[in-house]
């Protein structure tokens, strides 16, 4: 499997509710399709934008297959199933796995905060319980409390179904080193839109987005122009959505993305608590960022 199988940009999806606060996979649906058509290649269903913690089981196996329908082989998609239960993780890729999904993300292992030995194993045991799909591993210690090491994500490049991993860590550095510790073939993505520039300079290869849900097809661009080696372009590009990138991450997502989706008419609702509604000035953040780039 080689470094662009999943693709190169990649929308971690909100999960649309209703006024009642159901999952509206209606608009899911729809969203999932706009997506593949603008710009992304692959998209991350239930993932952290797409408020996993308070969404049931059999939530997501129902969003997992509106979406793959949605989709129909235009783009990857990616199942968010992990899980800081090691057992609920493997059942849940299993499952993703029979509905026929592109492969799973797995987050390290929250609030338990595991050591490296432990990280390894659960991720191991995860692979090797459905061997032939592929599984992206997802580093964000600002959320779980730990770090992935970058001598832990090399050995687990060593499993043929671990293809890639989403580094969120915000550390250029150990992005390098894990660039250097893992075969070429090995993928890594940003998990931060406004370092998806320089994690390609140091041997990424795309992004897991979440800016794409507005702009995928200039995220898309970004990278493009810098496999063409136009960095000036590219610069260019991302420069122009740094106010966005900013304003994308003015509190804790997905918030702001919901927010910005709303207010240009996509009707994705509210939050689940313990999320809530964005401020009405941070609100005013984001509008002025979708009108700077005429957004709205």
Same mark, same amino acid.
Request: with cysteine.
């Given at each position: 499997?080689?470094? /662009?199988? !999943?693709?190169?940009?990649?929308?971690?999806?909100?999960?649309?509710?209703?006024?009642?606060?159901?999952?509206?996979?209606?608009?899911?649906?729809?969203?999932?399709?706009?997506?593949?058509?603008?710009?992304?290649?692959?998209?991350?269903?239930?993932?952290?934008?797409? =408020? @996993? $913690?308070?969404?049931?089981?059999?939530?997501?196996?129902?969003?997992?297959?509106?979406?793959?329908?949605?989709?129909?082989?235009?783009?990857?998609?990616?199942?968010? #199933?992990?899980?800081?239960?090691? #057992?609920?993780?493997?059942?849940?890729?299993?499952?993703?796995?029979?509905?026929?999904?592109?492969?799973? &993300?797995?987050?390290?292992?929250?609030?338990?905060?595991?050591?490296? =030995?432990?990280? +390894?194993?659960?991720?191991?045991?995860?692979?090797?319980?459905? $061997?032939?799909?592929?599984?992206? !591993?997802?580093? *964000? $210690?600002? /959320?779980?409390?730990?770090?992935? !090491?970058?001598?832990?994500?090399?050995?687990?490049?060593?499993?043929?179904? *671990?293809?890639?991993?989403?580094?969120?860590?915000?550390?250029?550095?150990?992005?390098?080193?894990?660039?250097?510790?893992?075969?070429?073939?090995?993928?890594? +993505? @940003?998990?931060?839109?406004?370092?998806?520039?320089?994690?390609?300079?140091?041997?990424?290869?795309?992004?897991?987005?979440?800016?794409?849900?507005?702009?995928?097809?200039?995220?898309?661009?970004?990278?493009?122009?810098?496999?063409?080696?136009?960095?000036? &372009?590219?610069?260019? *590009?991302?420069?122009?959505?740094?106010?966005? +990138?900013?304003?994308?991450?003015?509190?804790?997502?997905? *918030?702001?993305?919901?927010?910005?989706?709303?207010?240009?008419?996509?009707?994705?609702?509210?939050?689940?608590?313990?999320?809530?509604?964005?401020?009405?000035?941070?609100?005013?953040?984001?509008?002025?960022?979708?009108?700077?780039?005429?957004?709205?």
């Amino acid at each position: 499997m080689n470094d /662009r199988s !999943l693709g190169r940009v990649i929308t971690a999806m909100v999960t649309p509710f209703d006024e009642e606060g159901n999952v509206n996979y209606e608009v899911a649906e729809k969203l999932a399709d706009y997506l593949v058509t603008h710009g992304s290649d692959g998209i991350v269903v239930c993932g952290t934008t797409g =408020e @996993s $913690p308070t969404l049931s089981w059999d939530e997501e196996y129902q969003l997992f297959q509106v979406v793959k329908g949605a989709v129909s082989g235009r783009g990857k998609i990616l199942a968010g #199933t992990g899980s800081n239960s090691t #057992t609920e993780a493997i059942a849940a890729t299993q499952k993703a796995a029979q509905l026929g999904l592109d492969g799973s &993300l797995q987050v390290v292992p929250y609030y338990n905060k595991p050591p490296q =030995e432990g990280l +390894y194993e659960h991720f191991r045991a995860i692979a090797i319980s459905c $061997p032939d799909f592929p599984i992206m !591993l997802y580093n *964000i $210690p600002g /959320r779980t409390g730990q770090n992935l !090491l970058p001598e832990t994500v090399a050995k687990l490049a060593e499993i043929d179904n *671990i293809v890639a991993i989403k580094e969120a860590s915000g550390n250029l550095e150990q992005v390098s080193l894990v660039r250097r510790l893992t075969p070429s073939e090995f993928a890594i +993505y @940003s998990g931060d839109d406004s370092l998806t520039l320089p994690i390609l300079a140091v041997g990424g290869t795309g992004v897991v987005s979440v800016a794409s849900h507005l702009v995928g097809e200039e995220i898309q661009a970004i990278v493009q122009a810098f496999d063409r080696g136009n960095t000036k &372009l590219a610069t260019e *590009i991302n420069t122009k959505l740094l106010p966005l +990138y900013k304003a994308l991450f003015c509190t804790t997502n997905p *918030i702001p993305v919901k927010a910005a989706l709303n207010l240009i008419g996509w009707k994705v609702g509210g939050l689940r608590l313990p999320l809530c509604e964005i401020s009405p000035n941070l609100k005013q953040n984001v509008e002025a960022a979708l009108k700077n780039l005429s957004l709205i």
